[in-house]
């Protein structure tokens, strides 16, 4: 559970909800899968991915689970290189606050 010092973000602007789409979009971009296709798969509409790639909509993790499967990735290998994407802006994010407090002295 989050203390008050470290809370969840709740936002899709969030970065780390940005990196989430942009994995969903480049797992099916990857495939060479439209919109139209991967809804297919999924039994759902364009519309549906068009909204969970630009952040409209939220997927639950059995979603996610379908999504990637419909994709030929497993979950947990897509799961696996979200948090490295996550990792990697959180560092660097860290960088580039450290080195604008020092240019702020």
């Known amino acids: 559970m989050p203390t ?18 942009g994995l969903l979009r480049s797992l099916r971009e990857t495939c060479g899968l439209t919109q139209v296709a991967l809804a297919d798969r999924i039994g759902n509409t364009q519309t549906f991915v068009s909204k969970v790639e630009r952040g409209e ?10 999504w990637c499967e ?4 497993s979950p947990e290998s897509a799961f ?11 560092t660097r994010s860290r960088k580039l606050a450290a080195t604008s407090g020092r240019a702020k002295q």
């Open 80 to 90: 696996e290189e979200f948090l490295a994407k996550r990792k990697a802006r959180s």
């Open 57 to 66: 909509r939220r997927l639950d993790v059995v979603e996610f689970a379908e």
């Open 70 to 73: 419909a994709l030929g990735y």
């Open 4 to 21: 008050p010092g470290n809370r969840m973000p709740q936002s899709t602007h969030h970065q780390h909800y940005q990196a989430f789409l």
